[in-house]
């Protein structure tokens, strides 16, 4: 079958692999009809997010039909159309059972205290083959697949994979209620479904920050109220918008590859920083390999957390779902504590969120293809990548019909 492989860093191919078999009796393969590329997978080749082994295939995010089931696999049958959650949980320890799916005692083979296990990751999330191929093996399938009804389109139902359930999950732990103001950094897939998520938990409004214009437009269209951070001091437009109080509730979606503003007010205080974000930079990538323009990490790793802070009011929240390496050590935590915020992070717990999202999607309150900007044949996935790691403004989904991948 054909599979995005990582061979290093910089280096994805289209390769023909070996089709994936049951290895224990609560597997189910799973062939593919969709699957997308997300910023983390991003954040891998560019080194940021270290430790993938080569060969590893690519990908967490997907649906498809179900191929073959193993013996203790009981509530699904071959035929069965289904997402599959990012993250992988057995669905009985006792993390699992109050909702920590992402905090699996059992999934990562690396020990209970090793973190996410998810699919297509590095060493230490388990190293297990990603969903950006024609097949994939979905361990512990009983919980770690979600059927769904033939009215969600593909298109609906890849973003429920990923990209909304995580989203979701930040806007939970940034603990929105109705009225709250919020800012959201980071305005991509993670950061669009982010300001629709704070809009249906009932925030009143919502600061888009990026400095992309295309995804600025998108949150405008939500009704956000775009901050283009090479243009204005996101800090100061912000305080300046809340009448010197700040927002009540704040989330990153923007991760360890952040940047720094390179014109507008906020530059002269990010060159004054400049030392500290090399120093950030080896922290977080001591190896990278861009090429031809692609794979460069962000220049200002600890850009977006120090603003957030900044523009956080006192006794506020802070949502961290950006990805962040163990290696990153910076975090402006004097601030934090002086304003008394409080901080919430973390991988999303996929599997809890996914079905009440479904419905929302199937009961026409949310239209999350909407994000949808570019669909790309399986042969033209590491093109996607290319394209996704530069400036496009929305997301890629890869299709993965027979038809496409022959
Ligand atoms: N916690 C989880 O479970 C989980 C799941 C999925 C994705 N993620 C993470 O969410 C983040 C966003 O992913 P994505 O798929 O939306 O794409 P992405 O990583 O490309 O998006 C990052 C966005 O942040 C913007 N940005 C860069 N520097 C900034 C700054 N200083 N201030 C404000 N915005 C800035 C970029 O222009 C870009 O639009 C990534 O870090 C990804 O790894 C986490
Ligand atoms: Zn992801
Ligand atoms: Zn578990």
């Not at 290895?23 to 080194?47: F, W």
């Not at 920590?100 to 690396?110: E, F, G, L, S, T």
């Not at 700040?246 to 400049?274: F, T």
């Not at 030392?275 to 080896?282: I, R, S, T, V, Y």
Request: charged content about 20%; overall charge negative; some cysteine.
């Amino acid at each position: 079958m054909k599979a995005v492989v990582y061979h290093g860093l910089g280096d994805i191919r289209l390769d023909n692999v070996r089709e994936p078999k049951i290895k224990d009796p609560q597997d189910a393969i799973v062939r593919l009809t969709a699957s997308a590329i997300c910023g983390t997978d991003l954040h891998m080749i560019r080194g940021t997010f270290p430790g993938m082994k080569p060969g590893t295939i690519l990908g967490h995010e997907g649906v498809g039909i179900v191929e073959e089931i193993g013996k203790d696999v009981r509530n699904l049958k071959i035929g069965d159309r289904v997402i599959i959650p990012s993250t992988i949980a057995c669905g009985y320890c006792a993390y699992c059972r109050q909702g920590y799916y992402a905090q699996c005692d059992v999934a990562n083979p690396n020990g209970p205290q090793a973190g996410t296990a998810f699919f297509g990751g590095p060493v230490p999330a388990g190293s297990f083959d990603g969903l950006q191929a024609e097949y994939a093996r979905v361990p512990f399938a009983t919980v770690g697949l979600i059927k769904i009804p033939d009215s969600l389109t593909d298109d609906q139902a890849i973003m429920l994979s990923d990209i909304f359930p995580t989203a979701y999950f930040g806007a939970a732990l940034a603990e929105i209620n109705e009225g709250d103001t919020v800012a959201v950094f980071g305005n991509r897939p993670v950061g669009q479904f982010a300001i629709a998520s704070a809009k249906i938990m009932g925030a009143e409004r919502v600061f888009a920050v990026d400095n992309i214009p295309s995804r600025l437009e998108m949150a405008r269209k939500q009704g956000a109220e775009p901050i283009n951070f090479d243009e204005v001091d996101p800090v100061e437009r912000i305080e300046q918008l809340t009448n010197g109080m700040g927002v009540r509730r704040v989330i990153d979606a923007v991760g360890v590859d952040a940047n720094r503003p390179h014109s507008g007010p906020a530059a002269e205080k990010a060159d004054q920083m400049e030392q500290q974000f090399k120093q950030e930079m080896k922290q977080v990538a001591p190896k990278n390999k861009p090429k031809n323009g692609n794979w460069h990490q962000g220049d200002a790793p600890g850009q977006a957390v120090m603003w957030e802070v900044q523009a956080a009011e006192k006794g506020g929240t802070l949502s961290i779902i950006g990805v962040y390496p163990q290696t990153a050590q910076f975090f402006p935590i004097g601030l934090a504590m002086t304003r008394q915020l409080k901080i919430n992070m973390g991988n999303c717990n996929h599997r809890k969120y996914i079905p009440s999202l479904v419905s929302l999607v199937t009961g026409g309150i949310v239209h999350p293809e909407q994000v949808l900007t570019e669909r790309e044949p399986m042969t033209s996935a590491i093109e996607a990548y290319k394209a996704f790691d530069e400036r496009q403004p929305g997301w890629i989904k890869v299709e993965l019909e027979p038809a496409m991948t022959a």
